[in-house]
């Protein structure tokens, strides 16, 4: 059975910093995308970062550009975003999501086919 | 970044309904869409990806159709446990970027 598992958030200060991790279990971890998507209450789904298999590529949202930083370690099928210079605005439940990158004759098709259950970063003073 | 825009914002439908979605992009995205059930206090379900490829486990009821700027998620008889919002997501480029939300009741 596939389980992504996200740990690391709480309440912080304007400024701030906090570590998310994304623990994986039930699939080759070290051969998917992976990415982290948040939600602000009551709000829809924005994209915050992704990260390749090897770990050799990175994007962000523009959002979050210079302050978070996205990282795994494949060795321990776990999945990283350190988040600097929070903002009330980031207040938000943020997911990670495995992404197969499924490749056929038409391209490589990027989605997120399994999502953790989600931890609540709450940015306040 | 591409803009994605859903239709309606919301809707109610009886059990047995045929139900569409539709999603626009800002600019064309060929086959390179997503669609997402969420319930209440939980993460997103993968249902549709390509546009048009059903992810495994997810009823037949549920379609997607489309390509370029236009595409549609149909639920062929809607059932109760169908409620929930659903979003489309582009992954032609990032910044990859989803609609809105779609909200279905039952009525």
């Known amino acids: 059975e596939v389980q992504l598992v996200e740990s690391g958030g709480g309440l912080v200060q304007p400024g701030g910093s906090l570590r998310l991790s994304c623990a994986a279990s039930?699939?080759?971890?070290?051969?998917?995308?992976m990415h982290w998507v948040r939600q602000a209450p009551g709000k829809g789904l924005v994209w915050v970062s992704r990260?390749?298999?090897?770990?050799?590529?990175?994007s962000y949202a523009d959002s979050v550009k210079g302050r978070f930083t996205i990282s795994r370690d494949n060795a321990k099928n776990t999945l990283f975003l350190q988040m600097n210079g929070l903002r009330v605005e980031d207040t938000a439940v943020y997911y990670c999501a495995s992404d197969p990158d499924i490749c056929t004759g038409g391209g490589c098709y990027s989605n997120f086919n399994f999502w953790g259950q989600g931890t609540l970063v709450t940015v306040s003073s | 970044d591409i803009q994605m825009t859903q239709s309606p914002p919301s809707l109610s439908a009886f059990v047995g309904d045929r139900v569409t979605i539709t999603c626009r992009a800002s600019q064309s995205i060929s086959s390179y869409l997503n669609w997402y059930q969420q319930k209440p206090g939980k993460a997103p379900k993968l249902l549709i990806y390509?546009?048009?490829i059903l992810q495994s486990g997810v009823p037949s009821s549920f379609s997607g159709s489309g390509s370029g700027t236009d595409f549609t998620l149909t639920i062929s008889s809607l059932q109760p446990e169908d409620s929930g919002r659903y979003y489309c997501?582009?992954?032609?480029?990032?910044?990859?970027?989803f609609g809105q939300g779609t909200k279905l009741e039952i009525k």
């Open positions: 990260i390749k298999s090897d770990g050799r590529s990175t």
């Open positions: 997501q582009q992954s032609y480029k990032t910044p990859y970027t």
């Open positions: 039930g699939f080759t971890f070290s051969s998917h995308w």
């Open positions: 390509a546009a048009s």
